[in-house]
């Protein structure tokens, strides 16, 4: 798959103290997660594979990761559903970029003679109950203790619109915790916050929020975590730039209205979004089911492109993606998605499915500053 005007950035985190690291002692380690599931190994699993192209596998193990994420294993596991696993490991590292982008808008903001912020809230939508938002709080609260003398601090504002019934669940309210998010939907949030950095995490199946992102003109950066292009996270080309014919990842692509590979994208979101049942392990066995079944995506995922595909993809590879022709680039946080676990990991399967993603506004910190 062409990825081009993809950047992937290696950052390299301060050094932490103890009270920076303290806040994600509640959390699960991932390399404990991963032991306790077996996770990435599959040593053990019995994999079967369907008429329909769909893999399973239906030994002990498997299952009880599956009861684990689906919040259903019992205590003293989480009694919720997971789609993100929160783990120290990931919430360190997300907190630590956070930080990291907002000393580079402050610094930014100075270099245009712009009065220095002291401070920077981020907006998360589609929060669900808020865990992440908090998880992030206690972290980005402990590196500015640690490091006071580094400048602005960092705040997580948690919204939802309840449409999901996520923040009914099981809520860590107890003891004095913080309220659940605040009810409002993406597009209002962002018309009244008109935040620097937006957050999403698991954007709903066939949902797409990036592009009231790039309206919203306050909006330098947005940070997608979840499933990328071709998973089961937002829409393949409207949110990620996805094109199953091979320009996929944010980097190839037309721009939805003269090429037939865009076409062919657009309708692929459209009709996935179309069979959505509403319970999260079906609507995924259709979606990877309907992304196997369109001739332009099999092309990547069987590996069987053929000669006139390459070409046509040649041919429309100049075209940007809606990211791109609304001014924004996109940059793989590698270290910062390189611990992460998620609903859709499987023990038998060695590659991790979820990312961490930041979309730039070009000309406003646009990337330049990767390291």
């Known amino acids: 798959m062409a990825r081009s005007a993809t950047r992937v950035e290696h950052p390299r985190p301060p050094a932490r103290d103890d009270a920076a690291s303290a806040s994600s002692s509640a959390l699960p380690s991932s390399r404990d997660i991963e032991a306790e599931f077996g996770l990435y190994a599959g040593d053990e699993c019995d994999v079967e594979i369907d008429d329909e192209g769909d893999v399973r596998c239906a030994c002990e193990g498997c299952a009880r990761w599956k009861a684990y994420v689906s919040g259903t294993l019992g205590p003293p596991h989480p009694t919720w559903p997971q789609y993100e696993v929160f783990t120290r490991e990931h919430m360190r590292a997300l907190a630590e970029y956070l930080s990291k982008r907002a000393r580079a808008y402050a610094d930014e903001d100075e270099d245009e003679d712009r009065p220095r912020r002291r401070a920077l809230e981020v907006l998360e939508v589609g929060a669900?109950?808020?865990?992440?938002?908090?998880?992030?709080?206690?972290?980005?609260?402990?590196?500015?203790?640690?490091?006071?003398?580094?400048?602005?601090?960092?705040?997580?504002?948690?919204?939802?619109?309840?449409?999901?019934?996520?923040?009914?669940?099981?809520?860590?309210?107890?003891?004095?915790?913080?309220?659940?998010?605040?009810?409002?939907?993406?597009?209002?949030?962002?018309?009244r916050y008109r935040p620097t950095i937006v957050l999403a995490c698991w954007q709903p199946m066939g949902v797409d929020w990036t592009a009231a992102m790039r309206a919203c003109d306050a909006v330098r950066e947005y940070v997608l975590v979840g499933e990328t292009d071709d998973g089961v996270c937002g829409r393949p080309w409207e949110t990620w730039g996805y094109r199953g014919g091979g320009g996929g990842g944010g980097g190839g692509g037309g721009d939805g209205d003269d090429s037939d590979d865009d076409d062919d994208a657009r309708r692929v979101s459209y009709e996935i979004e179309a069979a959505f049942s509403g319970d999260f392990e079906t609507?995924?066995?259709?979606?990877?089911?309907?992304?196997r079944r369109d001739p332009h995506v099999a092309a990547v995922?069987?590996?069987?492109?053929?000669?006139?595909?390459?070409?046509?993809?040649?041919?429309?590879?100049?075209?940007?993606?809606?990211?791109?022709?609304?001014?924004?680039?996109?940059?793989?946080?590698?270290?910062?998605?390189?611990?992460?676990?998620?609903?859709?990991?499987?023990?038998?399967?060695?590659?991790?499915?979820?990312?961490?993603?930041?979309?730039?506004?070009?000309?406003?910190?646009?990337?330049?500053?990767?390291?």
Do not use: Y
Not at 283 to 291: C, E, I, Q, S, T
Not at 311 to 332: I, M, T
């Open 128 to 191: 669900g109950d808020g865990r992440l938002s908090r998880a992030l709080n206690d972290e980005c609260a402990a590196i500015a203790r640690a490091s006071p003398s580094r400048g602005v601090s960092v705040t997580v504002r948690p919204t939802d619109d309840g449409s999901l019934g996520l923040a009914r669940g099981d809520r860590v309210v107890r003891d004095g915790a913080p309220e659940p998010p605040e009810r409002v939907d993406a597009a209002a949030a962002l018309e």
């Open 283 to 291: 609507d995924v066995a259709a979606f990877r089911l309907a992304m």
């Open 301 to 371: 995922v069987n590996g069987s492109r053929t000669e006139k595909e390459d070409s046509d993809d040649a041919d429309s590879d100049d075209e940007p993606p809606p990211h791109e022709k609304d001014g924004f680039a996109r940059v793989d946080l590698k270290d910062v998605s390189a611990r992460q676990i998620c609903r859709t990991d499987e023990r038998w399967r060695a590659r991790r499915q979820s990312r961490t993603v930041s979309f730039r506004r070009v000309g406003k910190e646009d990337g330049r500053n990767d390291e």
